[in-house]
């Protein structure tokens, strides 16, 4: 028996004005070399993504290779991390993406380093004004230099609240982002680059205290989230983000907006990898997690990551990658299959949100279904006349829903993508093409959910 849910949307109940968008975190393919073919793959699929956001991490030595008898930096604005990174950056701005950049952590860190890192020996740590120079130096290339004017989010210490992060402690954080905040205020920066943070993953506590403590300087608030499959399936996760979202709204400014930076189910083991990636399921939990951030008000959602050998470290093979991409562009190579190389199910359910819940988007209320596992996120274009919906299942019985939808303007037909084990449309790269298209609306809309997945309807056609 099918359950059917009746549910109503008024498109004038606004909850982010300014979407950022779903985004993906990127890597320059830093520790070993990539032929163009595959680049341009990455690339080519990477566009069809459609992306709101890239976030790109660095560290220091990429760029700064020590200090002259003057204690003046010595850079490399060329080195071999720098030409890979721009190849990156100069996607985005030709595809009009924003760009989150940072550092994983201070120069005088100690993880991930290879032999001789020209910096180590200084000492540099958070908090040292030296790093803030380095910093301030590296955004004047990229923005002034090289105009990446799209380069407009910057988050210093990835994860500051674990030890792997080399800081692990919140005052020391604080005092090194308002270090770099007076940095960029002498430059002129601070208007054209809004810091981010936390960054935290798995400590809530720090958005409060960066909101009390921190609000002057940060533009933006971000965190990270791997959130466990029963907070996802009991629709905590949701609760969750909207405490903080109020909190920040409540505390500092509605107008700032509340991003996941890292986003993931948590692994279930030590490696760093998530063998669940190439999952039917796995895709069903990332649209869930993306409908309950954008019920959350939450402007937008990185995803961890792109594709396997973006990074290294995760256990997974003889290259030792990270495994949780949406493809691993080595497959076929170094003792990986052949089929690593092809879209995975999640970057499919992905690649339909994106399409829908664009940068510039609007995202409106929407009320709960009363079904568990059953949900709703809806958003329209900044003119309120574009609509797009994503219904999202995770139970294994059919569903339906029948949506009737107030205060929308000139409708448009609707493009329905449909994500569900056995019904899935692609086209020959493997990337989503609508099932159907419906006509514009002129009453209630029915959306049947045969099983588990995900149903997107939309008449936005990319970034508003």
Known sequence: ????????????????????????????????????????????????????????????WWYA??????????????????????????????????VVTGEWDDPSAVGDRPPGDPLHHYGITATD??????????????????????????TLINEPNGDWSHCGDRPTWER???????????????????????????????????VDSLSSVIGEYEIHRYATACDLDGGAF?????????????????????????????????????????????????????VQALRAGLAG?????????????????ALDLKGWGCWNIVGGRHG?????????????AWAALSTAFPHGARSVAVPATGAPGLRVAAATDPTGERLSVAVVNTADEPRRVELTVDGLGTTSPLAEYRYFADDRPA?????????????????????????????VLTGIDGRS
Not at 79 to 97: C, E, G, N, V
Not at 179 to 206: C, F, K, M, N, Q
Not at 301 to 317: H, Q, R, S, T
């Open 301 to 317: 959602v990185i995803a961890w990551n792109l594709d396997d050998a973006m990074f290294v470290g995760g256990g997974y093979g």
């Open 176 to 210: 090194a982002v308002s270090t770099l905040a007076a940095e960029l205020d002498r430059r002129g920066l601070s208007g054209r680059i809004s810091i981010v943070g936390p960054d935290t993953t798995g400590a809530d506590h720090w958005v409060a205290t960066t």
């Open 65 to 98: 290779k020590g200090f002259d008898e003057r204690g003046e930096p010595v850079y490399d604005w060329s080195s071999p991390q720098l030409t890979r990174l721009y190849r990156l950056l100069d996607f985005a701005r030709a595809h009009d993406i924003d």
């Open 238 to 290: 949701e609760a969750q983000m909207a405490e903080l979202r109020a909190y920040i709204s409540d505390h500092d400014s509605a107008a700032k907006r509340f991003f996941i930076g890292e986003a993931g189910i948590a692994r279930p083991g030590p490696d760093d990898s998530q063998p669940a990636r190439t999952t039917f399921r796995y895709g069903v939990r990332m649209a869930d997690y993306v």
């Open 336 to 348: 990986y299959p052949l089929s690593d190389r092809d879209l995975r199910p999640w970057g499919y």
């Open 427 to 455: 086209g020959a790269d493997g990337f989503p093409v609508p099932a159907a298209t419906r006509t514009a609306p002129s009453g209630p809309v029915t959306v049947e959910l045969p099983s588990a997945g995900l149903t």
């Open 129 to 154: 004004p030296r790093w803030a120079r380095l910093v301030g130096d590296f955004l004047h290339q990229l923005l002034d230099v090289r105009g990446y004017g799209n380069v407009r989010y910057y």
């Open 1 to 60: 028996m099918t359950v059917t849910c009746r549910v109503t949307v008024d498109a004038g109940a606004t909850l982010e004005p300014r979407l950022l968008g779903l985004g993906m975190q990127a890597g320059p393919y830093e520790w070993f070399d990539l032929g163009d073919d595959d680049w341009h793959t990455m690339l080519t699929r990477l566009e069809r993504l459609r992306p709101g956001l890239l976030r790109v991490m660095l560290r220091a």
